[in-house]
């Protein structure tokens, strides 16, 4: 499968996706298609490196197989486990004259097998795109396994051989940086950083995906968006932030995003009191 003919291509699928790439995202997604090699995405949280993933998906018309990492995930929730209550009911039911070897044989087989996000996304004939988010979160030794599985996209499972992919998917990984990657790691991608757009970017993404939004509140929404983010908060607002305050403003039908609007729906961009706080004092916001 050929997943974009061009970085154009790339480019104005993904806007017809809902998703405005700029032309280093566009080249990059292209070439990871091109190439069949991961893309690494890393970046601040809440810039679109999920949402690129899943715009891929629905640009290329492919099924999207996400495995969310987090401290303590293990092989068994990520590449596969055996059905060992399945298993042993097996064993039970099984007549005494059955030999073990039999009864080993029956039950190490796809039927009793259990597919994690991993090894069904090697699996699958169709198109595919993985999402392996937040890999940072991982502990170091889960690398291990994601080397193999991004060397050569194929997996040993002991009691039935090496599963290869007969079609290549489509392979995401997303990173806050909160931990720098093996080299070993980033070798085996292709590399993209995403940061927070700047204010004509965010206001053609927030315009699109707001349709009714006035132009002259939509500048004002992401200038104090700019503002915000260069103040030392806890969570600095995501564009997805940036897209819902445009939806409460013309839910509650603002015309002006003067003082008291920001105030009266500063809670739908900022999500800790330490924070608001902050923009009060900073934006020199009333308080009251």
Known sequence: MTWFSSPDDASSRLHGAGYLADAATATTTFLA?????PLLIEGPAGVGKTELAKAVARATGADL????????????RA??????KKQLLRIQASSGDEGWSETHDDIFTDEFLLS???????????????????????????EGLLLEVLSDFQVTIPELGTVAATRRPFVVLTSNATRELSEAVK?????????????????????SQVPGLDDAVAGQLVDV????????????????????????????????????AVRQTLGVVLKHASDHARAVKELRLASR
């Open 187 to 207: 070798r085996r991608c292709l590399y993209l950083h995403l940061d927070y757009p700047d204010a004509a970017r965010e206001r053609e993404i927030v315009t």
């Open 79 to 84: 590449l596969y486990e055996w059905n060992y």
């Open 33 to 37: 298609g091109a190439l069949e090699k």
């Open 116 to 142: 994690r996000p991993l090894l069904t996304a090697i699996r699958r004939d169709e198109p595919t795109v993985l999402l392996i988010d937040e890999v940072d979160k991982t502990d170091v030794e889960v």
């Open 225 to 260: 968006v700019a503002r915000l983010r260069e103040l030392e908060l806890k969570k600095a607002p995501s564009i997805a932030e940036s897209v819902d305050w445009a939806r409460t403003l013309i839910a509650l039908e603002i015309d002006d995003l003067d003082e008291a």
């Open 65 to 76: 197989i996400r495995l969310q990492c987090y401290e303590g995930l293990d092989e068994a």
